[in-house]
């Protein structure tokens, strides 16, 4: 008689989405979009655990990070041949549509340079991903976009939709993704970004 | 013999892997062990047979003071089947225990942003639809053993992913498992071009030429994919040889995925036809489900009306 035998093994955890890495992929396409004259890029792998889930759930009331969020992530620096352009990261969001991957570019002192759906099965990303709109994230900081979210009523502002001039879920689901961003990379990243001018002050151009 | 050196080889390398682990957290790096079990059924001689594995897989990025190099990326595994048949051919019988390497390869990004990347090691194939989505230690599976003979295979490979255009051509030894096939002037050439596969439609070319231990291969294929909602619809339209005998082959896949992923269900037909008779006729209907963030569940029926056998296989897999 054979046995279905699932050991026990009393090991340390390490928060990972159930995905082999093979299938890991730069985010090459996104990177080229947010910042079309880079030449390189340098990536940093840091844990996103249950700690930031709280920190998050707290600074950002009725917004949790999903399982598929937690784990190790990476912020890629990317540089052109007189330093750094910009921080990418992408973070998914939860919709109607499954998720939603979209990448943010991110100065260094934290404010959005522009974002790119990377994944969204929902054809009204193409009237988000428009410059009118994009104007509308970029150079903003956590608070400005969170004075764009009424957190009671779990919904973006009358504000918000009327700037954009979109009333759809998705216009939403771009507005948390933004906020969930910027406070995810401040608390997994902010040593890195601490030290990313010092380190590349040295950067040598090829 | 070849088989057993590799072993012998990636044992100390698998060890030694493990090892830095402990020291990886704060670098570059993504490490998860990996544990599943798996039950098949067949209605053929109604039997059960079971495949466990464990292994790890190790991921790191390699960057210098300009950026990011390369990625390395290591899967080994020890593997036990137990009755199970038919098996990957790198079993010796029904009943066998191997450490099997899925993807064990450095992927060199160093050469700038508009030249190819070189990847060196044990390659996941770079054909058709299977090339876009991955099955690694997943039920889902597309064409790859059935089209190519190795999923993966030990060889050298250009690549590259930008805005607009995927593109891979690898150049392999024909051994699959082991660093060298039995017969020496085996090789599999084979390559991909397609469109970027974040867009929500995406298609590609691929082909695939190959001798292995004497099995002469031709492919051409067409592949396309389109996601809409929740719905993703792929195909794939080959035309093949297997020593002189042409076959047409034609896979497509309807699955449907619940807003927060965890739950994939999906539906597969593949039909072949050689000279002018189905050689094939199969349906796959399968499901997956994540019921916890390391935990997924996932389960599978296939029927091959020409063949007339049915089989169901289920798979438990924990990463942690």
Redesign the interface.
Known sequence: M?R????V?L?F??????????????P???I??LYPD????????R?VDERTREVVSKELPGMVL???E?G?H?LY?V?DNDGVLGLVHVRSE??????VEIAWGISKDLKIDGFAF?????ADKYKLEVPKIQAVFNGKRLEALKSYYDFEAAAPTQTYTNTIGYTGELGEVLLKCGMKTLLVTELVWWQDIDTIESSFN???P? | MLALYTHRLLIPVGISLISVMSYAEDTSSRQSFDLSSRMVYSDVDDSLGFMHAFGIDYHKVVSNAQGDIGTLTAQLYVTRIDNLFPHPPFFDDKHDTELVTRIFNFNYTGLGKNLPNIKVGHIELPFGSEYRINTNGTLLQYTHPMNLGPKADWGVSINKQNASIDYEVSLTTGGGQSFRPDDASSYVLTGYIGTSSHHDFHYGFSFNQSKINQVERENYAVDVAYYEGLWGFSAEWLLGEKNDVNYQQSFTEINWRSPDEKQLYYLQLRLQRQFSDWSRQDLMLGTRYHFHRDLVLSAMLTYQEVQNTVQLSAQLRWRF
Not at chain 1, 4 to 7: H, V, Y
Not at chain 1, 14 to 25: D, E
Not at chain 1, 118 to 122: D, I, L, V
Request: glycine fraction near 6%; charge should be positive; include cysteine.
């Open positions: 054979h279905f035998i699932i050991p093994f090991l955890s390490v928060n990972v989405w159930s995905q082999a890495f093979c299938g890991l992929r730069d090459v396409a996104m080229e979009k880079y030449t390189s890029f340098q990536s940093i792998v844990t999903h399982f598929g937690l190790r990476t620096v540089t939860q919709s109607q549509w499954g998720l990377q994944r969204c099965r929902s040295t950067f040598e090829n």
